[in-house]
């Protein structure tokens, strides 16, 4: 099957903002040493293995508007509707004030690293927005195989975006990276 890609406008992107959502999860301890250890035990699992800090994810929905023209198929007009979705640890009883000025240094830049993921995820659905409007199958009146053949294109989109999100991780959790130094920051903290 032969796919044309045509390329729309690139106002459509500014049209919308991506929403966030925090959900937190319940850690308790008096010492940095003991919120973290606290996080190991209860933190949000990924993958349904591995146990981290906090996680950021998303819900993603379109609004899409297929138009049969001259046999063909073409996506005339593709709104995303973003949620970011971050998950964060909470201590769940007030922290001494020592503790508490490490716990929010350490939080902020937990908050920081996050908001990178949701950036990354941001500028797929960006990538996405401006591949599929436009997009056109030949002889598909009843717009099915440009269905098929986007999906294929979106899957790849999001495959680039889950190894920058990966890469990022590599970077920030490796030897002298910035969320081991928050780490050891806290625990040797008070």
Request: charged share 25%; proline share 6%; aromatic share 6%.
């Amino acid at each position: 099957m032969a796919l044309l890609c045509v390329f729309g406008p690139a106002t459509a992107s500014a049209q919308w903002q991506p929403s966030e959502e925090v959900r937190t999860y319940s850690i308790s301890g008096k010492t940095g040493a003991e919120l973290y250890g606290s996080i190991g035990e209860r933190g949000p699992e990924v993958g349904g293995r591995v146990r981290t800090i906090a996680h950021t994810t998303f819900r993603l929905t379109w609004q899409r508007k297929y138009e049969p023209r001259d046999g063909a198929c073409v996506l005339a007009s593709a709104k995303p509707k973003l949620v970011l979705i971050y998950t964060l640890p909470k201590p769940s009883t007030s922290l001494s004030p020592a503790v508490k000025a490490s716990w929010d240094t350490f939080l902020n830049g937990v908050r920081k690293h996050e908001k990178v993921h949701g950036t990354i995820i941001t500028e797929m659905v960006h990538d996405i927005e401006a591949m599929s409007v436009g997009f056109s199958a030949p002889d598909d009146p009843d717009c099915r195989k440009i269905r098929v053949e986007l999906t294929k294109r979106l899957g790849e989109l999001s495959d680039r975006q889950r190894e920058r999100g990966r890469e990022f991780d590599r970077v920030e959790m490796g030897q002298g990276g910035n969320i081991q130094a928050l780490i050891l920051d806290l625990v040797n903290g008070p």
